[in-house]
């Protein structure tokens, strides 16, 4: 499957936003103003008119004009502190207007946003996830325990709140799939079928792909994960298995499997040096004129210096 298109109308913009010292200044001239009004009424208390030194006014009142604009200074005042609010380095704020996108804010310091626009701050500083053990098989269909590590950050925010309903969740869910589709590619061990012995024209095999290679298998994590995260808004910047391991109820039997194997790499690679040590060593004695062989004395010379190299190298081969 292709991983998701992008939606081109949904991609993060520039909101609106200016610098929350305005707001204050905003709040202090308000409350200036609706100061001077209640005092021209002459409804300031005594003892606070004498504490700031102001003249005496008489109670008069204020005029129907004078409460209005006592109480736009007011509504300034909450407007101003409604959406006066701090950007903090590595977050951001979304804003959206009856269900629709209008822009993030990445300022960072004291921040004016208007309150009638709804926000929520998502995080997009550099983060990073390791996986619990996943479920997983290989190519050869053997249960496998994977724990992946991702280094991942939110690129786009409209996309990651707007695209997805939970892009936290949604990259976990991506990475479990992901892997297991990854790591079903490869079997988990060669246990030495390819890589150890000649093939058939005399040369060495090619080494087998397995998961054992832990940097082809995090590329390809890596560029897989990341095409399948672009839709909502996700940077992946790496994605590494840190444990690739049996699964415990076949593991015994994979590690008996697996010294099997070495054993009979091993037992191959001794036999073929004794046999070149041998196949030399009768070739030097005929070729110098040392012995005279027929067939029955060379087959008997091979088998005894075969038997006597394989003991000398520390193991035991049957003669008959």
Known sequence: MPPPRLEKDLFERCGSACSGWWAVLAVLLAAAGAGVLVWSGGLVPA????????????????????????????????????????????????????GRYRGTVRRTGLVWISPLMPRRR????????RSEPMAAVDARGV???????????????ARALFAVDDHVAYLREQVEAVTARVLSQLPADAFGDLGADTDSFGGPHAAAETLRDAEAVGETLSRTLAAECRAVGIEVF?????????????????????????????????????????????SRLTQRGLVALDDYERKALVKDLTVAFYTARGNTVDTH
């Open 238 to 282: 790496s994605a590494r298995p840190t444990r690739i391991e049996y699964a415990p109820e076949i593991a015994a039997a994979m590690q008996r499997r697996q010294i099997a194997a070495i054993d009979a790499q091993h037992r191959d690679s001794v036999i073929t040096s004794v046999l070149d040590a041998v196949d030399d060593t009768v």
């Open 143 to 157: 249960e496998l325990r994977v724990v992946v590590f991702v280094v991942w950050r939110v690129t786009d925010t």
């Open 122 to 129: 998502v995080d997009v500083r550099l983060r990073h996830w």
């Open 47 to 98: 003892r606070l008119t004498e504490l700031l030194h102001l003249p005496e006014r008489s109670a008069d009142g204020l005029a129907l004009w004078q409460w209005g604009a006592v109480g736009g200074c007011g509504a300034l005042a909450l407007l101003a502190l409604g959406g006066l609010t701090r950007g903090r380095v590595g977050s951001a704020w979304v804003l959206s207007l009856f």
